[in-house]
DNA sequence: CCTTATTAAATAATCATTCTCAACGGTGAA
DNA sequence: TTCACCGTTGAGAATGATTATTTAATAAGG
C-alpha cells in the first residue's frame, strides 16, 4: 500500500555511521556523528551523514528526534521511549517509564488529526549542570 | 532566590506583538508573527520580533514551543496543554487531553536529572492533508 | 570490459536565528 | 527645560544548521 522501506544499500560510509551511532547511549546531532565517524574514515563529508542520517531515518533503521534546541540527534536505539533534555547543556538522555499507549487513543477522541504517534519531552537539568548551578549563573 | 520576572517595559511594538499573538489560535512561528504585526507597524525589523517574543517567553508572558521541525512556534495560551504537529504540512494544534501530573514525579524516580517540567507532542496529519493524501504523494 | 545507475565528496546556497551597532526615545536629575 | 543616561529599535551583517548542486568515484548488470 505504502513503501515503507524503499530498500537502501549498506555502504561502507553508512555502516559505520550506523555502529558508530550504535556505540554511544547520548543522542549525538549529526555533526557530532561526524566527528565520531571521521576517526575512522578521515575523508567523509558533513553532507554524506546528513544524507545517510536521514535516510536510515526514513529507513527505520536509526531514529531522528526532533526534540527542542537547534539541531536535531539520532538514536540506534528504534524501540519507542521518552526523552530528557537538559535546558542547561542541551544533551539529551533517555528517560526509563513506560510508554503510555492510551495516549494516542486519548488524542485521536479529541482531535480530528490522523494520529501516526507520539512522544514526551522532559525538561530538567543534568547533574553536571545542577553542580556548576550554585557556583555560576545560568544563562 | 532565583529571579523568574526581570520585568520588561511595554513598548508599542511589545504590545502589538502580544495583541496579534492572542487574536490567533494556530501557534505561529516568529515569521508568521512578524507578518502579522507588520499590517500594523510596517517599519518594525524581524529582529525586534525575535528579540521580543524571546523576551515575553523568558517572562512567562507567552509560550515558546520547541516542538519539531525547523521552526520555534509561540503561543499566547501559557496555562500548560499539550500539542499534536501535522507531518505533511508542519503545522501545529492545541490536543484537549488532560495534562498528566504525575508524569514529572515518574520521570523524577528514573532520572538524576531535576525535573523541571514536560511536553507531549503527537505526530499525525491534519484534516486538510488527509484530503489531499489520496491524490498526491506527500513528500 | 562497457554501460548505467548510485553514491560520495566538495562546496555553494538556503533558511532560521542571533548579533552588532548607530540612532532614537523616554525618564529623572540638575 | 535641558541634559545625560539607558533601554530599545531598525537595519543589516554574521552565524549555525541543514539542504541542494555538481562532479567524480564506485558498484551492479549485462
Excluded: W
Excluded at 550506523?18 to 578521515?42: F, G, N, W
Excluded at 535546558?87 to 479529541?110: H, N, R, T
Amino acid at each position: 500500500m505504502n513503501a515503507p522501506t524503499p530498500m537502501i544499500r549498506l555502504t561502507t560510509q553508512r555502516q559505520i555511521i550506523l555502529e558508530e551511532l550504535s556505540k554511544v547511549k547520548t543522542h549525538p546531532t549529526a555533526s557530532e556523528v561526524y566527528d565520531m565517524v571521521r576517526k575512522r574514515l578521515p575523508r567523509i563529508g558533513l553532507g554524506t551523514v546528513y544524507r545517510n542520517l536521514e535516510l536510515m531515518a526514513e529507513n527505520g533503521m536509526i531514529l531522528k528526534l526532533e526534540v527542542g534546541g537547534t539541531q536535531k540527534r539520532f538514536d540506534a536505539t528504534t524501540d519507542a521511549h521518552y526523552h530528557i533534555r537538559c535546558s542547561c547543556c542541551g544533551k539529551v538522555d533517555d528517560i526509563d517509564i513506560p510508554v503510555i499507549e492510551s495516549l494516542v487513543g486519548a488524542a485521536a477522541e479529541s482531535s480530528s488529526y490522523q494520529i501516526l504517534g507520539h512522544h514526551v519531552e522532559f525538561t530538567g537539568m543534568c547533574p553536571e549542570c545542577q553542580k556548576k548551578e550554585g557556583v555560576a549563573t545560568i544563562h
